[in-house]
């Protein structure tokens, strides 16, 4: 970090930390060779500072440290005070005050500054390289943190002087990348706690045996393959770190420590872990060793190990584990290995963790009867163990996603049992429950239960019941009486078939505060059954056939959250004065008007009024609802002329966001079905988990970011990286803290893949995912960078030697490894996304986005058989999102659908229209018919529709200096002879561009689709290229400029490729060559390797087309034929034409590359040899009258040119 002062750099709360300040008489030293002299004297801080007068602060400043150092009386002298500081160079400064007042107010405050004490001095995160030089002289110093810093080893404040702090007992060095163990420190004997993770030392020395007081080592995110024998005389060591080490077995120099009782070695290379020698180390409890790729767990003795009760085997790669010889384990974690059978003693096992897994059956003998909690979800579990039945303490049993059809009897009549979640499972129905039992949460959704036990209501759940996503058709009544006691607190019944009638039987749970029956068979809410709900907080009906909301919801006082969306509801419900009303929801309804009260409560902050088509609000209701912090309504946007057919007949979208149970809304959304000025569209989800600030940032830039980037490059993984590198180097200061899982969508045209008129290229980073739905199956588009789902980036980030903790978050902060923002946590978090390009077709019906809480439950299965019920995509989005609620999500949830409409019968050629009244910029400009070679690359322009090409070695900022801004300057002219027409990209472009037949129109003729023209200002450059060659060319061209020249020509792109010829007309295989090449909306090119020049082959132009005879009679091309030029020659009808006569018929527009300044180097120089001079001058200006000079020109100066680099400009050479 480079910091840049207009003054002499001044902490920031220096000015608070001011104590006296003044201007007296100074003499520096004990001696009288110094005079005295006026100067401005503060003390601050711990400090007295001396400046001159004139400059103040500004110029040069004298610090003296005054902590250890003296304030003594000057009795010679009046009213005078020596200052001086510690240690054997102290420095010395008398102060003469003018007045007795001053002189004792100094005397008090300087005399408390020496008497401090320093015990405890963070230094972390300040980029020193060396201590302050005034901190050696606090001999109280105890405690010491230099953490994230750069310090060196030698110089004053080095670390071979930290022996000096003779007091110190905690020290922390850990991430300063010393590279060795700094020796030094072993000479403090009074240390208690040292901190050197993550510095890259191999080795430690056996010095460290003399720090005999040493009571806790960090040696975690080294790499440290070996321990020195002298470490186990540390007698008084009880903590030692090696996690994220390179040991490839336990050291054994950690049986002489035997303070120790836990052993932290995760992220090692440990592959075979032998319980004998953990038998031998009595003293050990805990044991880590998650992520070191365990294979095999070996017993090869009968001895028992009696003094191990915690063990953590996560993230390793264990098929059986058999650990019944470790009798008293208490805890076990050995969750995302790939078990398949487990065995355990259950002596005293009190927890096991074991999801993720592929897990059979679990063997614990003898019963667990200590086991409270267990976590076995995710397996291939098909019945539960008997065991588990006869377990007296369970507490937590969590069996979700797994195969099972049943649940034990025994198990629903436990009276331990508080909380059960059994969802994702194949159970059929519920045991009737025999007795009272204290079960609290019940978890049973996603399963195939068609009715509930009768008595499940009365008899137990106190608190929870979830049976989403089942076949219910009615639900159990909540009491055998009138009189309810009913406690339940939450109930979801999402997604099943209930009816209006199952509604009435809610009354009796009149402690109800949650109530989801989303995406039933409701026809109407009974209104004397919601009035008894009086406790409600919040009301989700959507997705049923609602025509309206009973006025007794009026009586829901405690109401916040009233979510209705996708019904037939027509009058609004009267909930807008409900005192803690926050959020309604009633988009994708039937309102057609409003009935507002006098006043509104301040309490709502958002409202979302979209998909009502018929729905009309005055301006009186509108300033009504100016105090909403959101407030979602249809907009009516008026058809554009020429816009009637277009990116809407391909594509149309929806989104949805909701906060849950969070305060704010940290998920933000991109839709654009419109990109740019041709037929694209560009999509992303924004996911900031805990922060609202980077997904807001995200959203306001991104889609700018993509636009810029596209004009540099047309390699989707080219453009995608570099957007998002540059919107993560956008974020600032708000980036460097905080960051955002993000996924962009960018749909574009792919012309050189046959069979495919459009591609989607995807690109992400953390946990936003998108699926594309392909003849009704999910097919998934993006990558999840989380530890726990990605082997490559948990190896990437464990080999940088990350600290990786026990939730699997790096460094404690986040679980992805990659993310934009987060820029502390770099090289372990990184922002370069994963970028996927997949051709479009008819069989793609529509593209889903989502954030991580999304996914997280609703699988992809899921989501596209719901979205493929739903026609209207925002309705589709809403539901996704109401579905993950319904399922037990509780954070910010995301969702964009697209509903993709690829096919034959998607054309997009419209005729083109008339002037909308909008004058051109400029003149049209001269048409040139221009050649897509394959393997040529192209650049587009969504801001303009201009296609330019830059060099693949030169910067965006060098571009844009060396050419100008030409996205800001060009704008395509708007008036009939230059408007660009819209073309099918459907259509190859052969079929529209053959030979005119009997009567059709010409190349200039009225034809509607014939031609697009697009005003482009295109950069030629070959700086790679030594003889003018294309990598597909055998022989150099005509007047082409190699070897690093540029060329900046404006030309009109048409949109069918041509060849020129002066024979016949094309051949069958040509006609078929034309047929696999496709034009561009608004003269946008996409790949690289379709376009007319290459920034990485050379320099390459080739005007061709049809018969010559045709181009003489188009009017846009018949000026380049029998033409006297303005330098005088005449152009005669070759093969070819020499690019240098183009240029110079190129029309004279005063905007873009013809108004772009000259960035001339001051080195550049231009050399003619004597004999071409004036001919070149001559012809240059347009004066040589000699038509035979062109002949010369063409060769001289492609030999001359090929040394010397030349930009030209409106037919003069103005950069050589």
């Known amino acids: ?271 075979t872990l032998e319980l004998g020698i953990l038998a031998r180390m009595s003293h050990l409890k805990n044991i880590d060793l998650r992520l070191n790729g365990l294979r095999w767990v070996k017993s090869e003795a009968l001895e028992a190990v009696k003094q191990v009760t915690q063990l953590d085997l996560r993230d390793n790669h264990l098929a059986t584990l058999d650990l019944s010889s470790i009798c008293s384990l208490e805890t076990l974690h050995c969750q995302r290995n790939q078990l398949r059978a487990l065995t355990l003693s259950g002596f005293t096992l009190r927890t096991l963790h074991a999801s993720s897994n592929r897990l059979t059956t679990v063997n614990i003998y003898p019963v667990p009867n200590q086991l409270t909690q267990m976590d076995l979800s995710r397996n291939l579990l098909e019945y539960l163990p008997d065991w588990v039945c006869d377990s007296r303490k369970v507490e937590v049993l969590d069996v979700t996603h797994n195969f099972l059809s049943e649940l034990p009897a025994r198990l629903l009549s436990s009276l331990s049992l508080r909380k059960l979640l059994a969802g994702n499972n194949r159970l059929q129905r519920l045991p009737d429950l025999l007795d009272h039992i204290p079960l609290e949460v019940l978890d049973l959704q996603h399963n195939k239960l068609g009715e509930l036990p009768e008595s499940l209501f009365y008899k137990a759940l106190k608190w929870y019941l979830n049976v989403s996503a089942n076949a219910l058709e009615t639900i159990p009544p909540s009491s055998q009486s009138e009189e309810s006691l009913s406690t339940l607190q939450e109930l979801y019944l999402t997604g099943n078939k209930l009816n209006e009638n199952c509604a009435a039987l809610l009354v009796g749970h009149q402690n109800l505060r949650v109530l989801h029956m989303a995406y039933n068979q409701l026809l109407s809410f009974p209104a004397s059954k919601l009035s008894k709900l009086e406790l409600l907080e919040e009301l989700n009906l959507s997705g049923n056939k609602l025509k309206t909301i009973p006025s007794t919801v009026s009586s829901c006082k405690r109401l916040h959250t009233l979510i209705a969306h996708s019904n037939h509801i027509s ?171 993000a996924l962009l969508c960018y749909i574009h045209h792919e012309p050189s893949e046959l069979g495919s008129y459009f591609s989607l ?74 970028v996927r390009t997949e051709p479009l077709c008819s069989q793609d019906e529509f593209l889903i986005l989502g954030n991580r809480a999304l996914f997280e439950r609703v699988s992809y299965q899921e989501a596209v058989c719901n979205v493929q019920a739903v026609r209207d995509p925002r309705a589709a989005a809403k539901k996704l999102c109401t579905l993950a609620q319904s399922y037990g999500c509780r954070d910010n949830v ?55 090409e830059f060099n693949s070695e030169t910067s965006a900022s060098e571009v844009g200096s060396e050419a100008g801004s030409t996205a800001s300057d060009e704008h395509p002219s708007t008036g009939p002879t230059a408007r660009p027409e819209r073309r099918c990209s459907l259509h190859p472009a052969a079929t529209l561009c053959a030979p005119a037949g009997p009567g059709s129109a010409g190349v200039g003729g009225p034809h509607p689709v014939l031609f697009q023209r697009q005003p482009s200002c295109a950069t030629f450059s070959s700086n790679q290229s030594d003889n003018g060659l294309d990598s597909d060319d055998e022989a150099p061209l005509e007047g082409v400029i190699s070897n690093g020249s540029k060329l900046e020509v404006e030309v009109d792109i048409h949109c069918c490729a041509f060849q020129i010829r002066s024979g016949p007309a094309a ?150």
């Open 1 to 271: 970090m480079l910091c840049h002062y207009g003054d002499c750099p001044v902490n920031a709360d220096q000015q608070e930390r001011t104590l006296l300040t003044g201007v007296f008489s100074v003499r520096k030293g004990k001696t009288q060779l110094h005079k005295w002299a006026e100067r401005q004297v503060l003390l601050c801080g711990t400090c007295l500072i001396v400046a001159s007068v004139k400059d103040s602060l500004t110029g040069k400043m004298h610090i003296l440290p005054l902590v250890g150092g003296k304030v003594e009386e000057v009795k010679r002298r009046q009213h005078c005070l020596m200052f001086s500081s510690a240690g054997p160079q102290a420095q010395t400064y008398f102060v003469n005050f003018d007045t007795l007042a001053d002189y004792q107010r100094w005397h008090r405050q300087a005399s408390k500054v020496v008497s401090q004490t320093i015990s405890l001095v963070d230094l972390s995160c300040y980029s020193l390289e060396e201590v302050p030089e005034y901190l050696f002289y606090s001999q109280d110093l105890t405690h010491l943190n230099l953490r994230h810093n750069f310090m060196s080893l030698q110089g004053p404040g080095g670390l071979l002087n930290l022996p000096r702090f003779s007091q110190l007992k905690s020290l922390n060095l850990s991430h300063n990348r010393l590279g060795v163990f700094p020796e030094s420190v072993c000479e403090i004997l009074t240390l208690t706690e040292l901190n050197l993770s993550c510095n890259g030392m191999n080795t430690v020395p056996a010095q460290i045996g003399n720090l005999q007081s040493l009571q806790t080592l960090s040696l975690d995110g080294n790499q440290l393959s070996f321990l020195p024998e002298e470490l186990g005389g540390l007698a008084q060591l009880s903590s030692l770190g090696l996690s994220f080490n390179n040991f490839p077995h336990i050291p054994g120099v950690l049986d002489r420590l035997s303070g120790m009782d836990k052993l932290a070695m995760a992220g090692n290379r440990v592959e």
């Open 571 to 741: 009058v609004f419900p009267e909930i807008l004065n409900l005192p803690e009303i926050k959020l309604v929801d009633l988009s994708c309804n039937e309102l057609t008007e409003i009935l507002l009260p006098d006043s509104l409560t301040a309490t709502l902050h958002e409202l979302d009024l979209a998909g009502n088509s018929s729905l009309l609000l005055e301006h009186k209701t509108l300033n009504l609802f100016s105090h909403i912090t959101t407030l979602k309504l249809d907009q009516k946007p008026a058809m554009a002329t020429g816009d009637s057919l277009g990116s809407s007949t391909l594509w149309n979208h929806g989104y949805s966001e909701m906060s849950g149970q969070r305060n704010k809304l940290c998920v933000s959304v991109l839709a654009v079905d419109r990109f740019g000025d041709s037929v694209e569209a560009a999509y992303g989800v924004f996911d900031g988990d805990r922060n609202e600030e980077v997904p807001r940032l995200l959203q306001c830039t991104m889609g700018d970011v993509l636009s810029e980037e596209l004009l540099h490059s047309s390699v989707d993984s080219v453009y995608m990286s570099n957007t998002f590198l540059t919107s993560h180097r956008k974020l600032g200061m708000a980036g460097q803290k905080l960051g955002a899982s």
């Open 1067 to 1216: 051949s069958p295989k040509d006609h078929n060559l034309d047929k696999t090449r496709s034009d561009y909306p608004n003269g946008k090119m996409r790949r690289q390797n379709s376009v007319v020049v290459s920034a990485t082959n050379g320099c390459l132009l080739a005007v061709c087309g049809r018969e010559i005879s045709d181009l003489k009679k188009s009017p846009s091309t018949s000026s380049l034929f029998g033409k006297k030029l303005s330098n005088g020659s005449v152009v005669a009808p070759e093969d070819s034409h020499n690019l240098i006569e183009v240029a110079l018929e190129a029309p004279k527009k005063k905007s873009g590359y013809f108004t772009a300044p000259a960035q001339q180097d001051p080195e550049d120089q231009l050399v003619v040899p004597p004999s071409l001079e004036q001919d070149v001058r001559e012809q240059l200006r347009g004066q040589s009258p000699m038509p035979e000079l062109e002949y010369l020109m063409r060769f001289r100066l492609q030999n001359l040119f090929a040394t010397f680099p030349f930009t030209w400009k409106e037919g003069q050479i103005v950069k050589w």
């Open 761 to 834: 290229t995807v690109a992400n980073v953390g946990s936003c995912q998108a699926v594309l739905c392909r003849d009704g199956q999910p097919l998934p588009l993006s990558k999840v960078f989380s530890l726990e789902q990605s082997t490559e980036e948990m190896d990437r980030v464990k080999l940088s030697k990350a600290i990786i903790t026990e939730d699997n978050k790096v460094s404690g902060v986040t679980c992805c490894s990659r993310l934009l923002g987060c820029s502390y946590l770099s090289p372990w978090v990184l922002p370069k996304p994963w």
């Open 894 to 948: 995301g969702a964009v659908v697209v509903s993709l409409h690829i096919g034959e019968d998607s054309c997009t050629c419209e005729p083109p229209h008339a002037s909308t009244g909008i004058e051109p910029r400029g003149p049209p400009p001269t048409p040139l018919p221009v050649t897509a070679p394959q393997g040529d690359p192209a650049t587009p322009s969504s801001s303009s529709g201009i296609a330019s």
